[in-house]
C-alpha cells in the first residue's frame, strides 16, 4: 500500500517524465498502484499521488477489460461535446463535483512491458482517462471548476481534512 498524497503537497502540481525503461521496478510499482487503488475504493490513480513525477496512471472500474496500465500515455482525439459527471479524487477526498468533459477519448499509451496500445473509451473509463491524463500535467478536477465553485468546495475539504486531523491527534 502505497502513502497517496493529498491537496496542496507540491509533488500533485510538478512536471512528470516519461518512463524509459520498462522493467521490474516499473512494473512492480503499477502493481502497488493498483492495490493502492483497489484499497483506497478509488477507479484512477495517477504516479505524482504516489510521489513519482512520472507519466504513469492506473484505472480499474471495476467493469471487464477496465483495469488497464497507461504509460507515457497520449490522448489522440476527443468528442466535441463536453457533458457533466460528478468528480472526486483520492487526493481531494471527501468531496465531490460535477466536472464538464468530452463523453469520448482516443488515447494511446504502452502497457507496463512497453508495447504500445491505443484505445477508445466512452462512459465512466472515458472519464477516469482524462482525470488521470490532467494529474499528469499537475492539474486537478478542482482547476476545472469555475472559481466560485471551486473555492466552496475546497473550503469544505479543508475544514473536513482539520477535522480528520483533530480526531487523528486524540
Ligand atoms: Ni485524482
Redesign the pocket.
Known amino acids: 500500500m502505497l502513502d497517496i498524497f493529498k491537496y496542496g503537497d507540491e509533488v500533485l502540481r510538478e512536471a512528470t517524465s516519461e518512463v524509459d525503461k520498462f522493467d521490474d521496478s516499473l512494473s512492480i510499482l503499477l502493481d502497488a498502484m493498483f492495490e493502492t487503488l483497489e484499497e483506497a475504493d ?1 477507479v ?3 504516479g505524482p ?1 504516489v510521489g513519482v513525477s512520472k507519466r504513469i496512471f492506473v484505472v480499474d472500474t471495476r467493469r471487464p477489460g477496465e483495469r488497464i496500465a497507461f504509460v507515457n500515455p497520449q490522448i489522440l482525439e476527443t468528442s466535441d461535446d463536453s457533458v457533466p459527471y460528478e ?6 477526498p471527501g468531496v465531490y463535483h460535477d466536472v464538464m468533459r468530452p463523453s469520448r477519448v482516443v488515447v494511446r499509451a504502452r502497457d507496463k512491458e512497453g508495447k504500445a496500445f491505443t484505445l477508445e473509451a466512452e462512459g465512466l473509463l472515458a472519464r477516469v482517462i482524462q ?2 491524463y ?2 499528469l500535467e499537475g492539474r ?2 478542482t482547476d476545472r471548476l469555475e472559481k466560485g465553485e471551486r473555492e466552496k468546495l475546497l473550503a469544505r475539504y479543508e475544514k473536513q481534512a482539520s477535522k480528520a486531523r483533530r480526531k487523528g491527534r486524540k
Open positions: 478509488g484512477g490513480l495517477a499521488q468528480e472526486g479524487c483520492l487526493s481531494i482525470h488521470e490532467d494529474h486537478l478536477f
